[in-house]
């Protein structure tokens, strides 16, 4: 950075209940960015999200007592002029089209537990976002060609391999699914995170711990995370860690972020969800979400279900926007790497920890070099370095790399606009049921998404 210039941080889907609050307060609780004098500018489609997301953003500066620059845009190329560092995390209609890339696949008979990253869901949700993303990316070419692209958007592995493949954009994912597989891991060992060394690489949302460390003894932490796990009663935590401890005794190693995530990519995993049946439930006989509405209610997992009332009150109005709400109890930084990445590179200040997903580039071995993977890196003034990973089992590797060739595949569909290529795609996927009903699927997932799709001739 030269001191003459303001650090310019763009945030694309500001307007995002999930993403933008938390975003916001970790720019502006970083002390050197603040040191910057930073220009923050929140972008969205959604001018009325926007307005509550700057009205939010300066709020925040103000109980902290700086003074960015905040400005707020519809317009894209106004809001990546000048830009440093953008941050994405993008969705339209969310839960509209989830709800079918969970439901179709599975009417088809495809085994598919979760319908966001892995699977012909995750095939679909790419394909939407495919568009806006490299709308970006494209943009960034021409506008700010030396900025840093840092991407939440899903499904994560495919969207990074398809700017990395497509564009010059610098671009790294980011996921906290690591934090997931950490807590997860202090659970059964009985220590806390902090006192935990680790080592993990593999697929966004598919990831192993090839090493479990205790801090300053570097004692192996694996015999006993084993043991405990034996003594675990199967029903504890169900819907999160049964499919993990299998895929440890299976395999040796322990996968996070949890079962509904992990089983997007094997067959086998629907017996270890008993949330799948809540997820969207709607009864077909007398309701039709997607042409009547309402949407049916998202379910995460049984675990972060709470019992619901029989009968609820209309929602208060303005009650969508209750995250842009203040408490000083929120001022204070998350577990997000997006604003340790842009001190490190912005200013020269190493930071290790970092889990990231880029190109692989050798960094685990056995994979191809240009599929996206995650892996651990640490960040300074000259970029993102990831580090070279120990080869994994050879059934692990096996796995990611049919999901390498799938990417390849469904980034190929979207540039040569080929529904054939997509079903050949789907028929490689580990969830697939019949030619028959693959073309059927795709048919109807084209068909119910055509305002969105890309075309695919």
């Given at each position: 950075?030269?001191?003459?210039?303001?650090?310019?941080?763009?945030?694309?889907?500001?307007?995002?209940?999930?993403?933008?609050?938390?975003?916001?307060r970790?720019?502006?609780?970083?002390?050197?960015?603040a040191?910057?004098?930073?220009?923050?500018?929140?972008?969205?489609?959604?001018?009325?999200?926007?307005?509550?997301?700057?009205?939010?953003?300066?709020?925040?500066?103000?109980?902290?007592?700086?003074?960015?620059?905040?400005?707020s845009?519809?317009?894209?190329?106004?809001?990546?002029?000048?830009?440093?560092?953008?941050?994405?995390?993008?969705?339209?209609?969310?839960?509209?089209?989830?709800?079918?890339?969970?439901?179709?696949?599975?009417?088809?008979?495809?085994?598919?537990?979760?319908?966001?990253?892995?699977?012909p869901?995750?095939?679909?949700?790419?394909?939407?976002?495919?568009?806006?993303?490299?709308?970006?990316?494209?943009?960034?070419?021409?506008?700010?060609?030396?900025?840093?692209?840092?991407?939440?958007?899903?499904?994560?592995a495919?969207?990074?391999?398809?700017?990395?493949?497509?564009?010059?954009?610098?671009?790294?994912?980011?996921?906290?699914?690591?934090?997931?597989?950490?807590?997860?891991?202090?659970?059964?060992?009985?220590?806390p995170?902090?006192?935990?060394?680790?080592?993990?690489?593999?697929?966004?949302?598919?990831?192993?711990?090839?090493?479990?460390?205790?801090?300053?003894?570097?004692?192996d932490?694996?015999?006993?995370?084993?043991?405990?796990?034996?003594?675990?009663?199967?029903?504890?935590?169900?819907?999160?860690?049964?499919?993990?401890?299998?895929?440890?005794?299976?395999?040796?190693?322990?996968?996070?972020?949890?079962?509904?995530?992990?089983?997007?990519?094997?067959?086998?995993?629907?017996?270890?969800?008993?949330?799948?049946?809540l997820?969207?439930?709607?009864?077909?006989?007398?309701?039709?979400?997607?042409?009547?509405?309402?949407?049916?209610?998202?379910?995460?997992?049984?675990?972060?279900?709470?019992?619901?009332?029989?009968?609820?009150?209309?929602?208060?109005?303005?009650?969508?926007?209750?995250?842009?709400?203040?408490?000083?109890?929120?001022?204070?930084?998350s577990?997000?790497?997006?604003?340790?990445?842009?001190?490190?590179?912005?200013?020269?200040?190493?930071?290790?920890?970092?889990?990231?997903?880029?190109?692989?580039?050798?960094?685990?071995?056995?994979?191809?070099?240009?599929?996206?993977?995650?892996?651990?890196?640490?960040?300074?003034?000259?970029?993102?370095?990831?580090?070279?990973?120990?080869?994994?089992p050879?059934?692990?590797?096996?796995?990611?790399?049919v999901?390498?060739?799938?990417?390849?595949?469904?980034?190929?569909?979207?540039?040569?606009?080929?529904?054939?290529?997509?079903?050949?795609?789907?028929?490689?996927?580990?969830?697939?049921?019949?030619?028959?009903?693959?073309?059927?699927?795709?048919?109807?997932?084209?068909?119910?998404q055509?305002?969105i799709?890309?075309?695919?001739?």
């Open positions: 950075m030269t001191s003459s210039k303001r650090l310019k941080i763009t945030l694309i889907g500001a307007g995002s209940l999930s993403f933008a609050p938390l975003t916001i970790d720019i502006l609780l970083s002390g050197p960015i040191e910057a004098g930073p220009e923050l500018c929140l972008m969205d489609i959604s001018a009325g999200a926007l307005a509550h997301s700057e009205a939010y953003a300066r709020e925040v500066a103000q109980k902290l007592g700086c003074s960015p620059a905040i400005t845009t519809t317009e894209l190329e106004t809001s990546l002029a000048g830009a440093d560092f953008v941050i994405t995390a993008i969705e339209k209609n969310r839960y509209f089209y989830w709800s079918q890339d969970f439901h179709v696949p599975r009417k088809y008979g495809f085994k598919q537990i979760f319908g966001e990253n892995g699977g869901g995750g095939m679909f949700h790419t394909l939407r976002n495919l568009p806006p993303m490299l709308e970006i990316a494209r943009a960034m070419e021409r506008i700010c060609p030396d900025a840093w692209l840092i991407n939440f958007t899903n499904p994560e495919k969207i990074v391999e398809a700017i990395a493949r497509l564009t010059s954009v610098k671009c790294v994912g980011l996921c906290h699914g690591i934090g997931m597989g950490m807590e997860q891991i202090s659970r059964i060992l009985r220590i995170e902090e006192e935990l060394e680790t080592a993990a690489c593999g697929l966004n949302h598919f990831a192993w711990f090839q090493s479990i460390r205790r801090k300053g003894t570097g004692e932490l694996y015999p006993l995370l084993k043991a405990n796990e034996r003594n675990i009663p199967w029903l504890a935590h169900w819907d999160e860690i049964a499919l993990s401890r299998v895929m440890l005794r299976t395999y040796g190693l322990y996968p996070y972020p949890g079962t509904n995530h992990i089983g997007e990519y094997i067959r086998w995993s629907e017996e270890f969800l008993a949330g799948t049946r997820q969207y439930f709607y009864d077909p006989q007398t309701e039709n979400p997607w042409k009547e509405g309402p949407v049916p209610e998202f379910v995460y997992s049984i675990a972060r279900l709470e019992e619901k009332p029989m009968f609820v009150e209309p929602e208060a109005q303005g009650e969508v926007h209750k995250p842009f709400s203040l408490d000083e109890a929120d001022l204070k930084p577990h997000e790497q997006a604003v340790p990445i842009v001190e490190a590179i912005a200013f020269g200040q190493r930071r290790d920890g970092l889990t990231v997903n880029v190109p692989n580039r050798g960094s685990i071995p056995g994979l191809p070099e240009d599929m996206v993977v995650e892996v651990p890196a640490y960040a300074d003034g000259g970029g993102i370095h990831a580090k070279t990973m120990e080869p994994l050879e059934a692990i590797t096996e796995m990611i790399r999901q390498g060739a799938i990417h390849k595949l469904v980034i190929e569909a979207y540039t040569e606009q080929s529904r054939n290529k997509l079903l050949q795609a789907v028929l490689l996927d580990p969830t697939v049921s019949t030619y028959n009903n693959a073309i059927a699927m795709i048919n109807e997932m084209c068909e119910l055509k305002d799709l890309p075309p695919l001739q």
